[in-house]
């Protein structure tokens, strides 16, 4: 990529050479003498070659000698005139010059965009190929039971739909966290299958956040789920005011009188109704655990998933901007001095079984509230593939290492 940096300080070596010649042509036009450019570049090339014999030119015969001076005024002007191109005139120049190149750049990439992309295709053709090849049989579990997950939402659903429920405000609730719950495995499957095993476990993050927030929704009831679906307002609330103040600095336009009136309105009368407390981050959770304020940890505790919180964690690295995020990455093989910029078909094991787990979890709880025998079987349907797949991962995951072990050893070999 330092190509054209390259080039710059190649052209700049030059310099001393163009103001030489410059020099060159002004002292021959005080002389009167027409003399093409050419000479002037000839002249100053054989004044920095260091030959001391004269330079001899084909010029017009009425200056068939031609004697040019230079003293140290000459010198120190020429040196002046480098020194100060540099400070002032090159800075001037470079963004000019680099929106050109850039240009040009631009328009060879997209000449041959075509072409660079296909060869692109291939090489991710074959890198899932080589993925699919090694991890097929958990992958193919994993879609599995995420098609049971999903078809099993989808029988309940329509099963509620056709009978007046008394707790209408829990079941819709639960069934929209279970139907978030599958798109979102469907993502972290998606990315395992193309070597985004860090990006699975930040997708995996979410699953588990649903399944939590499930659980406890769950636990308190109908009351709880009438809060929790309340709740719009406070975070509309939030997001307007983030929106209204930096809206301008985007150049959007601010949302109108009546949008912010009726916003607010709904915001005062949640917080009017359920209190002072329900005004924060999970403030739809703290009547029913009894806290002022209600952190995830809390939610997790709640739910009986406090086990995965070193998971979570290892989740929330992958997601914000920590120092730890940039080095220790599930894509590289016990190998965190590496540095991974795209694909890698290691690191799929952890994310992968906790997917499977959480995403059984959450469907047990929904779809086993009010069970049909159909339900009980389902549900240990997916309990035995849940059980399957750590097993299968883990027997992709030791082949792995054991061919990274044995390519190592070749490479040192061949080193020697």
Same mark, same amino acid.
């Given at each position: 990529?330092?190509?054209?940096?390259?080039?710059?300080?190649?052209?700049?070596?030059?310099?001393?050479?163009?103001?030489?010649? %410059?020099?060159?042509?002004?002292?021959? &036009?005080? &002389?009167?003498?027409?003399?093409?450019?050419?000479? *002037?570049?000839?002249?100053?090339?054989?004044?920095?070659?260091?030959?001391?014999?004269?330079?001899?030119?084909?010029?017009?015969?009425?200056?068939?000698?031609?004697?040019?001076?230079?003293?140290?005024?000459?010198?120190?002007?020429?040196?002046?005139?480098?020194? $100060?191109?540099?400070?002032?005139? +090159?800075?001037?120049?470079?963004?000019?010059?680099?929106?050109?190149?850039?240009?040009? !750049? @631009?328009?060879?990439?997209?000449?041959?965009?075509?072409?660079?992309?296909?060869?692109?295709?291939?090489?991710?053709?074959?890198?899932?190929?080589?993925?699919?090849?090694?991890?097929?049989?958990?992958?193919? &579990?994993?879609?599995?039971?995420?098609?049971?997950?999903?078809?099993?939402?989808?029988?309940?659903?329509?099963?509620?739909?056709?009978?007046?429920?008394?707790?209408?405000? +829990?079941?819709?609730?639960?069934?929209? /966290?279970?139907?978030?719950?599958?798109?979102?495995? =469907?993502?972290?499957?998606?990315?395992?299958?193309?070597?985004?095993?860090?990006?699975?476990?930040? %997708?995996?993050?979410?699953?588990?956040?649903?399944?939590?927030?499930? =659980?406890?929704? *769950?636990?308190?009831?109908?009351?709880? #789920? &009438?809060?929790? /679906?309340?709740?719009? #307002?406070?975070?509309?609330?939030?997001?307007?005011?983030?929106?209204?103040?930096?809206?301008? +600095?985007?150049?959007?336009?601010? @949302?109108?009188?009546?949008?912010?009136?009726?916003?607010?309105?709904?915001?005062?009368? #949640?917080?009017?109704?359920?209190?002072? $407390?329900?005004?924060? $981050?999970?403030?739809?959770?703290?009547?029913?655990?009894?806290?002022?304020?209600?952190?995830?940890?809390?939610?997790?505790?709640?739910?009986?998933r406090a086990d995965m919180r070193s998971y979570h964690q290892m989740?929330?690295?992958? !997601?914000?901007?920590?120092?730890?995020?940039?080095?220790?990455?599930?894509?590289? /093989?016990? =190998?965190?001095?590496?540095?991974? #910029?795209?694909? *890698?078909?290691?690191?799929?094991?952890?994310?992968?079984?906790?997917?499977?787990?959480?995403?059984?979890? @959450?469907?047990?709880?929904?779809?086993?509230?009010?069970?049909?025998?159909?339900?009980?079987?389902?549900?240990? +349907?997916?309990?035995?593939?849940?059980?399957?797949?750590?097993?299968?991962? *883990?027997?992709?995951?030791?082949?792995?290492?054991?061919?990274?072990?044995?390519?190592?050893?070749?490479?040192?070999?061949? =080193?020697?």
């Amino acid at each position: 990529m330092d190509v054209l940096q390259k080039s710059l300080d190649r052209a700049l070596t030059t310099l001393p050479e163009l103001f030489i010649e %410059r020099s060159i042509a002004k002292k021959l &036009q005080d &002389q009167g003498i027409k003399a093409p450019k050419s000479l *002037s570049h000839k002249i100053a090339r054989h004044i920095l070659s260091g030959k001391t014999q004269p330079l001899r030119h084909k010029v017009s015969s009425k200056h068939p000698d031609i004697t040019l001076t230079f003293n140290e005024a000459d010198a120190n002007a020429i040196t002046r005139d480098i020194q $100060d191109f540099l400070k002032t005139g +090159l800075p001037e120049l470079l963004p000019q010059l680099a929106s050109r190149v850039s240009k040009g !750049v @631009l328009g060879n990439l997209k000449s041959r965009w075509a072409e660079e992309h296909a060869l692109q295709n291939a090489d991710l053709a074959a890198f899932r190929e080589r993925l699919e090849e090694r991890w097929a049989k958990p992958l193919n &579990q994993l879609r599995m039971l995420l098609t049971i997950a999903r078809e099993w939402g989808g029988a309940v659903y329509a099963r509620q739909s056709s009978t007046k429920a008394r707790s209408k405000v +829990l079941k819709h609730i639960l069934l929209r /966290l279970h139907v978030r719950g599958c798109q979102v495995m =469907d993502e972290i499957i998606c990315l395992l299958e193309n070597g985004f095993a860090d990006g699975a476990m930040a %997708r995996w993050r979410t699953l588990h956040e649903l399944a939590v927030v499930a =659980d406890v929704i *769950s636990q308190h009831g109908e009351s709880i #789920a &009438q809060r929790y /679906l309340a709740h719009q #307002a406070v975070e509309s609330k939030r997001a307007m005011n983030k929106y209204m103040s930096c809206c301008a +600095l985007l150049g959007y336009k601010p @949302l109108s009188d009546r949008e912010v009136k009726r916003i607010t309105k709904a915001h005062e009368a #949640a917080v009017a109704r359920y209190g002072k $407390d329900f005004d924060s $981050d999970y403030g739809w959770a703290t009547h029913h655990l009894k806290k002022k304020r209600v952190t995830f940890a809390d939610l997790e505790t709640e739910a009986g998933r406090a086990d995965m919180r070193s998971y979570h964690q290892m989740a929330n690295d992958n !997601v914000h901007a920590g120092v730890k995020s940039l080095f220790i990455r599930l894509g590289l /093989l016990e =190998d965190y001095e590496g540095l991974l #910029a795209g694909r *890698s078909n290691s690191g799929l094991t952890d994310p992968g079984q906790n997917a499977a787990h959480t995403l059984t979890q @959450l469907s047990v709880l929904v779809c086993l509230s009010a069970p049909i025998f159909d339900d009980l079987v389902t549900a240990q +349907l997916m309990r035995l593939l849940r059980n399957e797949i750590p097993k299968s991962f *883990s027997r992709a995951d030791l082949r792995l290492r054991k061919d990274d072990k044995q390519f190592r050893a070749a490479m040192k070999t061949a =080193d020697r």
